[in-house]
């Protein structure tokens, strides 16, 4: 970049500044393919108001003489659009301001501001071949698929436009379209689905969605459902070293908090069953029947989550998909406890500021009697709290 010193000085004036942004703007808004085409712009009073109403009695003088030293320098050409009848009027008026392709490289050095990114114009001029399979073509840029930017953009562009076709000819998750597309990544269009929406202008409904695994510890004979958001919890439980289980079958799933608005959809959760005698298949096909919501659980439903706002934002989340959904008392009355002797960790210090402030989930015992003494303490716990050390 140039020094300060090689910049001249009628760049700083503000008629001259917008002028050359506006140029610019309009260079960065066209596709690589229409660069050869005329940046150009009129004279008008909306775009250069010192010429046509001037607050200072020489501001259209000044402006002017900037706009003629810029074609002096080969910036811009000054083209009348008017060619007879101009003696008596401003030499301004029936104009327009030609941007010149070899002046771009020093207005950029006079504005800092750099040139497009090469990748992106790379991707743009590529996905002019595939106008009509995308819907709108300005999300399709590195930055929205950011693991698939190190591979060549016509590549990259060419098989996401197979996308539709391949999932109208197979039901395939996201997952496994991803890998099926592009060298074997599964991962390389995980969490792209709004993106994917927008850029073919559809609600790709043919992606099948990923079933949610949860794994349970069944008890005979037993009193209630207990759901908890950690695994270590959850094994913990399994082997009966967090008091007051032993009557509950306890369940845990990776991923609750994002997936428990579908977490009763049929064929959503797929049920693994470890650590524990089998379910009674009666039992079972009652379990089964009340999880989708065709009747009720065999037995009351619980969950037991951390004390911090991401473990009660998704027990108010479970909540929504599980109306009867109740707190697990004992256990949150081990953790308050830990709370209230001083026994918790701030946000800031555990890395935790990012979930936010503690919101309300709507349970009355948790918005009266628990989340009282988080904002009294300042403290948050997590559930392992409650698991028995010996």
Known sequence: MK???DVPGFIHNPCTRRCLNRLLDLVDKTSFD???????????EGLYPELFSPKEPEDDEVAWHNLTRLSEQGIIDIERTRKRGLSTIAPWEHVRIVFLPEGE????????????????????READYYREQFQDLTI???????????????????????????????????????????????????GKERILNQLFGQDLMALEARPILIEG????????????????????????RIPGVEAFTVLYAQGFKGTASRIREPGMARFYWSSSPLPDPEWLDRFM????????????????????????RIYAQMRQAFPSL???????????ERLLAGEGHQLKASGKEAQGRVMLTGCPWIDQHVIPVMEKTGLCVDQEAAISVA
């Not at 490289?105 to 743009?124: F, I, K, M, N, T």
């Not at 950690?230 to 439980?237: H, I, K, Y």
């Not at 109740?326 to 308050?336: A, E, M, R, V």
């Open 3 to 5: 020094s300060m010193i």
């Open 105 to 124: 490289e020093s207005v950029r050095q006079w504005l800092d501001r750099p040139a497009g990114d090469p990748a992106l114009e790379a991707w743009q």
């Open 140 to 190: 399709l840029k590195p930055s929205s698929f950011s693991s698939l930017s190190h591979y060549p953009a016509r590549e990259v562009i060419a098989r996401l436009a197979k996308l539709p076709d391949l999932l109208s000819r197979s039901r395939l998750s996201l997952y496994q379209a991803s890998a099926a597309l592009f060298w074997g990544d599964s991962k390389a269009l995980r």
């Open 34 to 44: 229409d660069r050869k085409k005329r940046i150009s712009e009129l004279i008008t």
């Open 289 to 312: 029947r009340g999880w989708c919501g065709h009747s009720d659980l065999p037995v009351p439903i619980y969950y037991f989550g951390d004390l911090d706002p991401a473990g009660l």
């Open 326 to 336: 109740k707190p697990w008392q004992p256990g949150y009355h081990l953790l308050t």
């Open 217 to 240: 510890s069944y008890r005979p004979e037993c009193q209630g459902l207990l759901v908890v958001e950690n695994m270590d919890t959850f094994v913990a439980a399994a082997d009966g």
